[in-house]
C-alpha cells in the first residue's frame, strides 16, 4: 500500500517576495528536501510531497502518513507549531536539521522521532524501522558518509519560485571555528565530494547557470582548484561562497575566470580587525578587502558583499562606516546582519555566561532582529543603525552607482538590489522587533 510523506522546510521569514498568494525566495533553492527525498528507498512505496514554506503554502488540509520537517534555529519555533499541528491529526513527525543536532532534547517533545547529525545512513534506517512498526526516538550519527549523498530529486521542487533552481554541493562543513556559527558548533567537520561525482551531476542540470551551496568551498585549496579546472570545459557560469583566505592563493582569479564564475558571497563581516580576531575570523584582513574587490571586478564578477552589526567593538560610528565603504568600493549587492547567537556556540555560551541575552525565542535568531545586549550601544541603537543602512545602501540612486559598473550583469545586480529595497520595505513595517524575557 502506498504511503504519503511530506517533508516540510518550515517559514524562514526573510529575503523573499510575497506578492499576495505569490511566494519568491530571491537565494537559492535549498538541497536538504530534495535530498532527502532521493534517500527514500523504492521499496518503501512512499508517494512524496516536499514543500518549502518560504515559496509555497503548506497542504495542511492533506493526510500524511509520515512528516519530516527539518529546522534551523530561526524556524524551529514555526517546525514545532507544524510538528505538533501534524501529530494532532494522527502522523507520524520526524524533525531532523541542525537545530534539532543542537538542541535535541527540545526537539524531541514535538517528534515521534528525531535525526541528529548526518542523514545518509539514519534515514533509509529510519524509514525501514518505520515500515517494520519499530520506530525509534533518537536516530544519530556524526560521522561523514557525503560520498553517498545522492542527486537530489530536483524534479520535487518548485523551480520558478527561486532566484536560482540550480543547486549544486561539492563541500560539507567547514574547517574554521567562527564564533556565532552553528556548523562548528554541531561538530558537522569537514569533507569534499569527489570532483568526478561533483562534475557529473552539474552535467545532468541542463542550465546553463549554477550555484554551489557550500558553506565556504575553498577550504581545501587544491581541491578546489581541482573543481575549478573541471568546470572549465563544462563552460557554465556560476556562484558561490568563499572566504577572504582563497584570494591568498596567485591562481585563484585566473582560474575563477576561465572556470565561469559569475558571483561570489563573501563574509567580510567588519571593517575592524580586532573585531574579526574576536569572533575567530582573523584571517579576514581590512587591507585586503580592496584588492579582492578589484580583482574580482576586473574579471567581472559579482560581489555579495555580507556584514556583521552588533560585535562589542561597534558603536554609533559603525553604520555609516559601512554604508560608506560599501558606495566607495561599488560592492554589487551588499547584505547586512545582526550578531546572532545561534544555540550551541561559543557565542550563545558566553553571552549567556554574561547575562546578554535578552530571550530564546528562537523564531527572532534569524540575524535580522537584535536578540542580545550590545555592549556599546542599547539593542534599540542596534535595530535603528541597521535599518538605517539598509536604507541609505538600497535607495535607487545608490544601488545605480553601484551596478552601474557591472555590464551585461547588471540587469541581475540592480535586479538584485530592487529585491532588496523591497524586502527592507516589509523589514521597516514589522512591529515588536526586539523582544525581551
Same mark, same amino acid.
Given at each position: 500500500m502506498t504511503k504519503k510523506m511530506l517533508i516540510i522546510l518550515p517559514e524562514a521569514r526573510i529575503h523573499k517576495l510575497s506578492l499576495g498568494l505569490f511566494r519568491m525566495s530571491f537565494r537559492e533553492a535549498p538541497l536538504t528536501a530534495t535530498t532527502l527525498a532521493a534517500m527514500v528507498p523504492e521499496e518503501h512505496n512512499f508517494e512524496i510531497t516536499c514543500c518549502d514554506e518560504n515559496v509555497q503554502k503548506l497542504p495542511l488540509h492533506r493526510n500524511f502518513d509520515l512528516v519530516a520537517i527539518s529546522i534551523l534555529t530561526g524556524t524551529a519555533d514555526r517546525g514545532y507549531e507544524l510538528a505538533d499541528y501534524f501529530r494532532s491529526k494522527g502522523s507520524t513527525v520526524v524533525i531532523g536539521g541542525v537545530h534539532a543536532t543542537l538542541m535535541p532534547e527540545e526537539?524531541?517533545? !514535538?517528534? /515521534?522521532? =528525531?535525526v541528529s547529525g548526518f542523514s545518509e545512513h539514519t534515514w533509509p534506517q529510519l524509514l525501514r524501522d518505520y515500515s517494520e512498526g519499530k520506530l525509534k526516538a533518537l536516530y544519530k550519527d556524526m560521522v561523514q558518509h557525503y560520498k553517498e549523498s545522492p542527486v537530489p530529486r530536483r524534479d520535487l521542487q518548485k523551480n520558478r519560485r527561486y532566484g536560482v533552481p540550480n543547486v549544486v554541493s561539492a563541500t560539507r562543513g567547514c574547517k574554521n571555528n567562527c564564533d556565532f556559527c552553528s556548523v562548528p558548533a554541531a561538530g558537522f567537520g569537514w569533507q569534499t565530494r569527489p570532483v568526478g561525482q561533483v562534475i557529473d551531476e552539474i552535467r545532468q542540470i541542463r542550465s546553463g547557470? #549554477?550555484? @554551489?551551496?557550500?558553506?565556504?568551498? &575553498? +577550504?581545501?585549496? +587544491?581541491? @578546489?582548484?581541482?573543481?575549478?579546472?573541471? =568546470?572549465? %570545459?563544462?563552460k $557554465?557560469?556560476? &556562484? &558561490? =561562497?568563499?572566504?577572504? $583566505?582563497? *584570494?591568498?592563493? %596567485?591562481?585563484i582569479i585566473d582560474l575563477l575566470a576561465k572556470s565561469g564564475c559569475v558571483y561570489l558571497l563573501i563574509g567580510f563581516e567588519s571593517l575592524n580587525d580586532y573585531s574579526l580576531s574576536s569572533i575567530k575570523k582573523g584571517f579576514n584582513k581590512y587591507d585586503d578587502y580592496l584588492n579582492i574587490i578589484?580583482?574580482?571586478?576586473? #574579471?567581472?564578477?559579482?560581489?555579495?558583499?555580507? *556584514? #556583521? @552589526?552588533? *560585535?562589542? +567593538?561597534? /558603536?554609533? /560610528?559603525? *553604520?555609516? $562606516?559601512?554604508?560608506? @565603504?560599501?558606495?566607495a568600493n561599488e560592492l554589487d549587492i551588499p547584505r547586512y546582519a545582526l550578531y546572532t547567537p545561534y544555540p550551541g556556540t561559543d557565542l550563545f555560551h558566553r553571552f549567556e555566561k554574561e547575562g546578554r541575552l535578552l530571550h530564546k525565542h528562537w523564531h527572532h535568531y534569524d540575524t535580522q532582529h537584535v536578540v542580545f545586549k550590545p555592549k556599546l550601544l542599547s539593542p534599540e541603537e542596534l535595530d535603528e543603525g541597521f535599518k538605517w543602512a539598509y536604507r541609505q545602501t538600497f535607495t535607487v540612486s545608490s544601488s545605480l552607482k553601484r551596478t552601474i559598473h557591472t555590464g551585461k550583469n547588471f540587469f541581475i545586480t540592480f535586479g538584485g538590489? =530592487?529585491?532588496?529595497?523591497?524586502?527592507? !520595505?516589509?523589514?521597516?513595517? +514589522?512591529?515588536?522587533? #526586539?523582544?525581551?524575557e
Open positions: 526537539a524531541s517533545l !514535538h517528534a /515521534d522521532a =528525531l547557470r #549554477i550555484v @554551489f551551496n557550500d558553506v565556504s568551498m &575553498g +577550504e581545501d585549496m +587544491e581541491y @578546489f582548484k581541482s573543481l575549478l579546472r573541471a =568546470l572549465i %570545459p563544462l $557554465k557560469r556560476w &556562484g &558561490g =561562497l568563499v572566504s577572504t $583566505k582563497v *584570494f591568498k592563493d %596567485p591562481e578589484k580583482a574580482l571586478h576586473s #574579471i567581472g564578477v559579482v560581489i555579495m558583499g555580507c *556584514f #556583521i @552589526f552588533g *560585535f562589542d +567593538e561597534d /558603536d554609533r /560610528d559603525i *553604520f555609516k $562606516k559601512t554604508v560608506d @565603504f560599501v558606495n538590489n =530592487l529585491a532588496y529595497k523591497i524586502y527592507i !520595505h516589509r523589514l521597516m513595517k +514589522e512591529k515588536n522587533r #526586539i523582544l525581551f
